[in-house]
Protein backbone atom coordinates (compact mmCIF):
# COMPACT_ATOMS: atom_id res chain seq x y z
CA UNK A 1 0.00 0.00 0.00
CA UNK A 2 1.15 3.54 -0.90
CA UNK A 3 -0.31 6.74 0.21
CA UNK A 4 0.43 10.04 -2.45
CA UNK A 5 -0.42 13.38 -1.43
CA UNK A 6 0.17 15.55 -4.82
CA UNK A 7 1.37 19.31 -4.70
CA UNK A 8 0.03 22.23 -6.76
CA UNK A 9 -1.16 21.91 -10.23
CA UNK A 10 -0.49 18.64 -10.38
CA UNK A 11 -4.01 18.20 -8.83
CA UNK A 12 -5.30 19.05 -12.21
CA UNK A 13 -5.07 15.32 -13.34
CA UNK A 14 -6.25 14.20 -10.61
CA UNK A 15 -10.60 12.72 -10.02
CA UNK A 16 -12.06 15.98 -8.75
CA UNK A 17 -12.78 14.20 -5.38
CA UNK A 18 -9.05 13.20 -4.79
CA UNK A 19 -7.85 16.63 -5.66
CA UNK A 20 -5.59 18.09 -1.99
CA UNK A 21 -6.51 14.61 -0.45
CA UNK A 22 -4.12 11.53 0.54
CA UNK A 23 -4.71 9.01 -1.57
CA UNK A 24 -3.96 5.78 -1.12
CA UNK A 25 -3.00 3.28 -3.89
CA UNK A 26 -3.11 -0.95 -2.93
CA UNK A 27 -0.59 -3.00 -5.09
CA UNK A 28 0.56 -6.67 -4.84
CA UNK A 29 3.85 -6.72 -6.61
CA UNK A 30 6.74 -4.38 -6.68
CA UNK A 31 5.66 -1.26 -8.17
CA UNK A 32 7.40 1.36 -9.86
CA UNK A 33 6.92 5.49 -8.42
CA UNK A 34 6.28 7.00 -11.42
CA UNK A 35 3.68 3.76 -12.16
CA UNK A 36 1.76 4.11 -9.14
CA UNK A 37 1.19 8.29 -10.11
CA UNK A 38 0.29 7.82 -13.50
CA UNK A 39 -2.41 4.94 -12.41
CA UNK A 40 -4.14 7.69 -10.94
CA UNK A 41 -3.79 9.88 -13.93
CA UNK A 42 -0.20 11.90 -13.57
CA UNK A 43 2.21 11.32 -16.39
CA UNK A 44 5.44 11.51 -14.74
CA UNK A 45 6.89 14.21 -16.70
CA UNK A 46 4.86 16.57 -14.98
CA UNK A 47 6.53 15.54 -11.76
CA UNK A 48 9.59 17.45 -10.78
CA UNK A 49 10.43 16.31 -7.73
CA UNK A 50 8.89 13.12 -5.60
CA UNK A 51 10.06 12.70 -1.66
CA UNK A 52 9.27 9.02 -0.63
CA UNK A 53 8.98 8.59 3.11
CA UNK A 54 9.82 12.53 3.58
CA UNK A 55 12.91 11.83 1.78
CA UNK A 56 13.89 13.01 -1.61
CA UNK A 57 13.68 10.03 -3.51
CA UNK A 58 16.37 9.21 -6.64
CA UNK A 59 14.54 6.16 -7.22
CA UNK A 60 12.16 6.69 -10.06
CA UNK A 61 14.97 5.04 -12.74
CA UNK A 62 18.11 4.62 -11.97
CA UNK A 63 18.75 8.01 -9.66
CA UNK A 64 20.09 5.69 -6.67
CA UNK A 65 21.97 3.84 -8.43
CA UNK A 66 23.74 7.63 -9.66
CA UNK A 67 23.95 8.31 -5.76
CA UNK A 68 25.78 4.92 -4.88
CA UNK A 69 28.05 5.53 -7.96
CA UNK A 70 29.08 9.32 -6.57
CA UNK A 71 29.15 7.62 -3.01
CA UNK A 72 32.48 5.58 -4.61
CA UNK A 73 33.60 8.61 -6.01
CA UNK A 74 32.71 7.89 -9.65
CA UNK A 75 31.88 11.02 -11.79
CA UNK A 76 28.37 10.38 -12.75
CA UNK A 77 25.64 12.31 -14.87
CA UNK A 78 22.09 11.39 -14.10
CA UNK A 79 19.73 13.20 -16.32
CA UNK A 80 16.04 12.24 -16.23
CA UNK A 81 14.95 15.17 -18.66
CA UNK A 82 17.19 13.87 -21.69
CA UNK A 83 15.98 11.56 -24.44
CA UNK A 84 17.70 8.60 -25.94
CA UNK A 85 19.30 10.39 -28.78
CA UNK A 86 20.35 13.32 -26.46
CA UNK A 87 21.67 10.73 -23.65
CA UNK A 88 23.72 8.89 -26.75
CA UNK A 89 24.93 12.05 -27.88
CA UNK A 90 26.60 12.87 -24.22
CA UNK A 91 28.13 9.61 -24.15
CA UNK A 92 29.72 9.86 -27.17
CA UNK A 93 31.20 13.90 -26.89
CA UNK A 94 31.92 13.00 -23.21
CA UNK A 95 33.94 9.65 -23.71
CA UNK A 96 30.99 8.21 -20.96
CA UNK A 97 29.88 4.45 -20.22
CA UNK A 98 26.26 4.78 -20.62
CA UNK A 99 24.48 2.31 -17.93
CA UNK A 100 20.77 1.60 -18.44
CA UNK A 101 18.14 -1.24 -18.60
CA UNK A 102 16.80 0.10 -21.69
CA UNK A 103 18.55 -2.42 -24.52
CA UNK A 104 17.50 -0.54 -27.78
CA UNK A 105 19.24 2.46 -26.00
CA UNK A 106 21.93 0.64 -25.86
CA UNK A 107 22.11 -0.70 -29.39
CA UNK A 108 22.02 2.83 -31.14
CA UNK A 109 25.11 3.00 -33.20
CA UNK A 110 26.51 6.02 -31.50
CA UNK A 111 27.14 4.85 -27.97
CA UNK A 112 30.10 2.81 -28.09
CA UNK A 113 30.53 1.61 -24.52
CA UNK A 114 27.62 0.84 -22.53
CA UNK A 115 25.94 -1.76 -20.09
CA UNK A 116 22.70 -3.28 -19.54
CA UNK A 117 21.88 -3.14 -16.45
CA UNK A 118 20.46 -6.72 -15.03
CA UNK A 119 19.36 -6.48 -11.72
CA UNK A 120 15.96 -3.38 -10.60
CA UNK A 121 17.92 -3.48 -7.11
CA UNK A 122 20.10 -0.71 -6.80
CA UNK A 123 22.26 -2.02 -4.67
CA UNK A 124 22.88 -5.00 -7.14
CA UNK A 125 22.92 -2.66 -9.88
CA UNK A 126 26.29 -1.16 -8.10
CA UNK A 127 27.79 -4.57 -7.86
CA UNK A 128 27.37 -5.15 -11.16
CA UNK A 129 28.91 -1.81 -12.66
CA UNK A 130 31.59 -2.67 -10.10
CA UNK A 131 32.39 -5.67 -11.36
CA UNK A 132 31.85 -5.49 -14.80
CA UNK A 133 33.86 -2.35 -15.58
CA UNK A 134 36.33 -3.52 -12.86
CA UNK A 135 36.18 -0.79 -10.99
CA UNK A 136 36.64 -2.08 -7.20
CA UNK A 137 40.35 -0.57 -7.02
CA UNK A 138 39.59 2.69 -8.42
CA UNK A 139 36.93 3.37 -5.66
CA UNK A 140 37.53 6.95 -3.49
CA UNK A 141 34.62 6.89 -1.29
CA UNK A 142 32.93 10.03 0.34
CA UNK A 143 34.23 12.82 -2.02
CA UNK A 144 31.85 13.73 -4.61
CA UNK A 145 27.82 15.13 -4.10
CA UNK A 146 25.31 12.29 -4.23
CA UNK A 147 22.97 14.71 -5.23
CA UNK A 148 24.68 16.87 -8.76
CA UNK A 149 27.60 15.10 -9.45
CA UNK A 150 30.17 17.86 -7.86
CA UNK A 151 33.20 17.03 -5.85
CA UNK A 152 32.95 18.47 -2.11
CA UNK A 153 34.90 20.73 0.04
CA UNK A 154 36.07 21.06 3.22
CA UNK A 155 34.04 24.03 5.36
CA UNK A 156 34.48 24.87 8.67
CA UNK A 157 31.81 24.67 11.30
CA UNK A 158 31.01 27.98 12.25
CA UNK A 159 30.60 28.95 8.70
CA UNK A 160 27.26 26.12 8.15
CA UNK A 161 26.09 26.38 11.58
CA UNK A 162 23.24 27.99 11.63
CA UNK A 163 21.89 25.44 8.81
CA UNK A 164 23.20 22.59 11.54
CA UNK A 165 20.47 20.83 13.40
CA UNK A 166 20.95 20.82 17.21
CA UNK A 167 21.83 17.06 17.38
CA UNK A 168 24.32 17.74 14.57
CA UNK A 169 25.58 20.78 16.03
CA UNK A 170 26.50 19.14 19.47
CA UNK A 171 28.05 15.82 18.07
CA UNK A 172 30.04 17.04 14.79
CA UNK A 173 32.57 19.07 13.75
CA UNK A 174 34.06 17.98 10.21
CA UNK A 175 32.09 19.21 7.36
CA UNK A 176 32.15 19.74 3.73
CA UNK A 177 29.75 21.70 1.24
CA UNK A 178 28.50 21.10 -2.20
CA UNK A 179 29.92 23.87 -4.39
CA UNK A 180 26.96 22.62 -6.96
CA UNK A 181 24.17 22.49 -5.06
CA UNK A 182 25.08 23.70 -1.14
CA UNK A 183 24.35 20.15 0.08
CA UNK A 184 26.44 19.78 3.68
CA UNK A 185 27.99 16.50 4.43
CA UNK A 186 29.01 14.95 7.50
CA UNK A 187 30.00 11.66 8.64
CA UNK A 188 26.45 11.05 10.96
CA UNK A 189 24.29 8.09 11.04
CA UNK A 190 23.75 7.76 7.20
CA UNK A 191 27.86 7.52 6.72
CA UNK A 192 28.21 4.22 8.80
CA UNK A 193 25.57 2.75 6.57
CA UNK A 194 27.09 4.02 3.54
CA UNK A 195 30.35 2.55 4.55
CA UNK A 196 29.10 -0.57 4.85
CA UNK A 197 28.01 -0.70 1.54
CA UNK A 198 31.64 0.37 0.46
CA UNK A 199 32.86 -2.49 2.29
CA UNK A 200 31.17 -4.75 1.20
CA UNK A 201 31.51 -3.30 -2.97
CA UNK A 202 35.15 -3.36 -2.65
CA UNK A 203 35.99 -6.76 -0.80
ZN1 LIG B 1 25.66 18.93 -4.90
Redesign the pocket.
Known sequence: MATFLFFGRLNDFLARDQRGQIITVHFRERQSVKHLAESLGVPHPEIGQVQVNGQDDLDIHLGRLAAYLRMLGFDCLYETTYDDSKLAEITQQEGRILLSRDRRLLMRKSVADGYCLRSLDSLEQLSEVVQRFDLAHHVIPFHR?L????LLEPIRKEVVLDRLEPLTKKYFDEFHI?P????IYWKGSHYEQMQKIVREITS
Not at 147 to 150: E, G, S, T, Y
Not at 180 to 183: A, D, L, R
Open positions: CRCNHCGCGQ
